[in-house]
């Protein structure tokens, strides 16, 4: 039996096998590890990111720091007038990071199977080239059109009860 569709797959089908690269940002901020916390949050509140990649001095990602981290961060530093420490003190070294040629159905599911609001992309060497947030990634992909499984002259027939 062939269960080919009567249609063939509309071109922005496509679009799901394309490269991140078309849709990751190419501006965005990066933290070092020596900045201060204070200063990473003065950064990510000007840059309005959810959070930044940490990197070396040759722009390999080496951490990456949230908003959530430095939200409880600051909160308790106010409360019991701490010193805030460095990026490096704070900063989850645990993190992913996708290739500059994942494609965009692949980076779907990795956002819907992890937490994170964003992840570095970075180039076969290591080194950052982009940044893709859920929310480009949600842009982007409501913007493709639907693929039919049907005739044209496919009709929908309401139920009469």
């Not at 308790?76 to 040629?101: A, C, I, Q, W």
């Amino acid at each position: 039996m062939n269960y080919e569709p009567r249609k063939r797959l509309n071109s922005s089908h496509a679009q799901m096998s394309d490269s991140i690269s078309s849709i990751m940002k190419r501006s965005f901020v990066c933290l070092r590890e020596f900045d201060t916390i204070e200063d990473a949050v003065d950064i990510l509140i000007r840059s309005k990111q959810s959070g930044a990649p940490v990197i070396d001095e040759n722009r390999v990602v080496i951490g990456y720091l949230s908003e959530k981290e430095c939200l409880k961060l600051v909160t308790g530093l106010r409360y019991h007038n701490g010193f805030p420490g460095y990026v490096s003190d704070h900063m989850n070294d645990e993190f992913k990071t996708m290739n500059v040629e994942t494609n965009i159905f692949t980076a779907v599911t990795t956002f819907i199977n992890y937490r994170y609001h964003a992840y570095p992309v970075v180039d076969n060497e290591g080194k950052i080239v982009g940044l893709l947030t859920r929310q480009l990634l949600l842009e982007n992909v409501s913007n493709i059109k639907q693929t039919s499984w049907f005739d044209s002259d496919f009709q929908t027939v309401k139920r009469v009860t």
